[in-house]
């Protein structure tokens, strides 16, 4: 307390004494006890009420020791107990986490990693995926501004994630404990293969096929592709201690229409300790239709080249790149996208009056706006000559097609000339638009349709940004391409719209996540978010039934059905107020991606250990870590002095005080006739 506080205080006492004694010993004649008692009672409680008024600041001192953070980190995938190595990767935790001397230094934090990061202590081995690069990103995120070592039970083998080398900071050392039969044994493995998810019928589609040996004789192998009995290719292959890669490009016919399932196989007379790895199954949809699309552009744009990407990393769609006078033969094409249409562009919009071809126009600072109001009757623009910014704002109320929010709202803006843009009864708008944080009440990304044609209307330019700003976030272009091609798929549709919508994969690895969305919609076609949608499932080969709910999400409902065994499942969605009906069929094929691996990867190991500055440590070396780390005066504690400051008014002991000294002085007036 400062001395000001400090003479208030000693006032305080004066006051209270004075009044005090001013009202039981000047003014008042009773007797001397009850005089005492009254007095005093009356002293504590002014005191106590001039100590609320002054609330001086009470300080409390504690000291508190922060440990240096140790994170073990147990890698929980079914590699580990395909390996035999369970039993090994408990005891090095057990060992590690109990030992006493590391708890006195250390702040243990014990985590368990396969595709996921989670606190833990028990471990199971039953994950499907391994994920080192989470332990880094993670452990990082919660222990912020430390420097601290880290642990690594596991055998290396990372099936998901960026590289987990260069994913921890330099600054903390890892510790990788290997676990697992380091000795090199022969094997043969297809370590990758790359197909497309589609193919287009009468055509043939690429296959690269990834293959590599393990061992220290040279080697002479066969490799196949089958699809059932039938043999559509092979080759031999050799290996040697100084050949253990090699890449196998195969173009395959795409002869029949639907889901084709094709394995390839590599085999050899040597005798191999995992075959589980000579096989790798995979599944190419083969489709009579390729979606063709036609960028009409008077000009050079990063937008055009962002959009054919985007487009085209469906491989349904095709994209060709046309000038406006370049439009003669327009019957070929399912979609036209116009970008910044002005009136070069008149010959194509006669033509599309008999063609009724489906649009996607976006405009920008060279777009003719009165000529493109003469030409459709969705927007009507009046725009300056002046251009600016407009955000983009995801609508909730979109319901046309099942599209997730991107973060539209946090990408770069897209240009256009400002202006009132009014739209028709039949426009929805999936993006409306702000400028410096003012709703403008006009869309920016918009749908309509009338009489079986739809229209899209993008109203800026610069979308290219958008893509660029989705691949920094997510590293990857995926999120982005994914809503161009929901995009392409409505224009590509004229079907009328159905009151329940369905969304899933042909086919999946096991291991994967499967998920299977719904939309439903009422009689008014819009989204009914209290619908009650169910999935049943039945296993075409052992006609086991499963049923299950499908839960909402922000635009649709949604069902995760992980952990199915491989094999071909028929499935029916219904939603069960309406009795609304959906049924289709799935594939899981048999990969595992965890089975793949004969010995751990410790050459990435050793090489993410010397990075960090760390060391790989063997399980019958453990001790010899736990050396190093006590002995180790880098990991120190920290003694924090911790000084609370508590007002005196926020004691609510002192309230009471004043209120029992209150009702006390009360009563034995009371009592003695006073009152």
Not at 59 to 74: D, F, H, R
Not at 108 to 133: A, E, H, L
Not at 356 to 385: A, C, E
Not at 627 to 637: A, H, I, V
Request: with cysteine.
């Amino acid at each position: 307390m400062t001395s000001n506080t400090i003479l208030l205080i000693f006032l305080s006492l004066l006051i209270a004494g004075g009044y005090s004694y001013y009202n039981y010993f000047y003014k008042a004649k009773i007797k001397l006890k009850v005089h005492l008692i009254l007095a005093f009672l009356r002293f504590t409680t002014v005191f106590c009420v001039l100590l609320l008024l002054i609330n001086p600041i009470i300080s409390n001192k504690t000291l508190e020791i922060i440990k240096t953070p140790l994170v073990i980190a147990v890698d929980n995938s079914s590699s580990i107990s395909i390996l035999k190595a369970t039993q090994t990767a408990t005891e090095l935790y057990k060992n590690l986490s109990s030992n006493s001397e590391l708890k006195d230094k250390f702040d243990i934090q014990s985590y368990r990693f396969d595709s996921d990061f989670v606190s833990s202590d028990t471990f199971d081995f039953k994950g499907t995926q391994t994920n080192i690069d989470a332990v880094a990103k993670n452990s990082k995120s919660i222990n912020k501004n430390s420097i601290f070592p880290t642990v690594l039970i596991t055998d290396g083998n990372q099936t998901l994630g960026n590289d987990f080398v260069f994913s921890f900071d330099p600054n903390n050392k890892v510790y990788p404990i290997v676990v697992g039969d380091t000795t090199t044994y022969l094997d043969l493995r297809i370590s990758q293969l790359n197909a497309n998810k589609y193919a287009f019928h009468k055509n043939k589609f690429p296959v690269e096929v990834f293959l590599n040996y393990s061992g220290t004789k040279a080697v002479t192998t066969n490799f196949s592709i089958t699809q059932g009995n039938t043999v559509l290719n092979s080759q031999i292959v050799t290996f040697s201690p100084s050949k253990k890669s090699v890449v196998i490009s195969v173009l395959l016919p795409a002869d029949k229409i639907g889901l084709q399932v094709y394995k390839a196989t590599i085999r050899s007379r040597e005798k191999e300790k995992n075959t589980y790895n000579n096989n790798f199954n995979f599944a190419v949809d083969v489709i009579d239709q390729k979606t063709e699309i036609a960028l009409i552009s008077s000009f050079n744009h990063p937008d055009l080249g962002a959009l054919k990407r985007a487009i085209e990393s469906n491989a349904q769609r095709k994209v060709t790149l046309l000038k406006p006078k370049e439009t003669n033969d327009l019957s070929k094409y399912n979609i036209v996208i116009l970008y910044q249409p002005t009136n070069e562009f008149r010959s194509f919009f006669e033509k599309n009056t008999d063609l009724g071809l489906n649009t996607f126009i976006i405009t920008g600072t060279k777009t003719d706006f009165n000529y493109l109001n003469q030409q459709q009757k969705d927007l009507v623009f009046k725009m300056s000559s002046q251009s600016e910014d407009y955000i983009a704002g995801y609508k909730d109320d979109f319901n046309l097609f099942s599209l997730e929010d991107i973060g539209f709202n946090q990408f770069p803006p897209l240009e256009n000339p400002f202006g009132v843009i009014s739209t028709a009864s039949n426009v929805n708008v999936l993006l409306g638009s702000t400028v410096r944080n003012i709703n403008t009440n006009a869309p920016l990304l918009a749908f309509s349709e009338n009489r079986g044609k739809r229209s899209a209307y993008l109203l800026g330019e610069n979308s290219w940004k958008w893509r660029l700003q989705s691949h920094v976030e997510t590293k990857s272009y995926e999120k982005y391409d994914t809503f161009i091609d929901k995009t392409i798929q409505y224009l590509a549709s004229n079907a009328s719209k159905k009151s329940l919508v369905v969304t899933h994969d042909g086919f999946n690895n096991s291991g994967d996540a499967i998920e299977i969305s719904a939309q439903y919609f009422n009689k008014n076609y819009e989204l009914d978010d209290k619908a009650n949608l169910n999935i049943t499932l039945v296993n075409k080969k052992t006609k086991a039934k499963k049923s299950y709910d499908l839960l909402k999400s922000n635009t649709d409902f949604k069902v995760n059905l992980d952990g199915l065994e491989v094999g071909k499942y028929d499935f029916v969605v219904r939603e069960l107020n309406s009795n609304s009906v959906y049924s289709n069929s799935f594939e899981i094929l048999d990969f595992d991606i965890e089975k793949q691996f004969v010995n751990p990867d410790l050459i990435k190991l050793n090489q993410l250990a010397i990075q960090t500055k760390g060391q790989v440590i063997f399980p019958d070396k453990v001790n010899s870590l736990i050396k190093s780390l006590l002995e180790k005066e880098d990991y120190k504690s920290v003694q924090k002095t911790i000084i609370k400051k508590t007002p005196l008014i926020d004691s609510i002991w002192l309230l009471i005080l004043i209120i029992i000294f209150l009702t006390t002085e009360w009563f034995v007036r009371k009592y003695n006739g006073m009152l």
